[in-house]
């Protein structure tokens, strides 16, 4: 059987519905990705609330056992939380304070440190009476608008 000329070019795409679908899909695609980008570093900031949270209720049980707060220091504040083969032979620790994931340490008790979702050490500071955790937040740098911190 013969077809014609005009039979044989409708029964496929030409090139520019075939360019304008990929171009459709191309847009779709950059949409979601971005989304994705925005809601991913919302879970990260909303990661280092619920670790400094965390940490604060630790740090309240750790004042309620021994009257002060542990000394200034990340790497303190890890080990008077959650390391009981170092503090045991202390009468009052009653720890440990806080579980750890490994993910949130740079090493293992005793010895590492805490670090917040983009890999910067949180800043534990005990002022006497009272302390700051602050996480350098998305930018890395502290004391910047986007840190995130207790107080």
Same mark, same amino acid.
Do not use: C
């Given at each position: ?107 293992? #008790? ?22 700051? #955790? ?18």
């Amino acid at each position: 059987m013969f077809y014609n000329r005009r039979q044989r070019l409708s029964a496929g795409f030409t090139l520019i519905e075939i360019l304008i679908t990929i171009a459709v899909i191309a847009m779709l695609l950059g949409l979601i990705s971005s989304g994705g980008t925005v809601a991913r570093k919302k879970a990260q900031v909303y990661r280092a609330q619920t670790m400094i949270a965390s940490l604060e209720t630790a740090l309240a049980m750790y004042h309620a056992d021994f009257g002060a707060y542990p000394a200034s220091g990340n790497v303190n504040l890890v080990n008077l939380l959650a390391d009981k083969a170092t503090y045991d032979a202390f009468a009052d620790w009653q720890g440990p304070y806080m579980s750890f994931k490994k993910d949130d340490l740079n090493g293992a #008790i005793p010895g590492a440190a805490l670090e917040d979702p983009w890999d910067n050490s949180y800043n534990y500071v005990n002022s006497g009476t009272t302390y700051t #955790i602050r996480s350098s937040g998305p930018d890395g740098m502290s004391l910047t608008a986007d840190d995130i911190t207790n107080d």
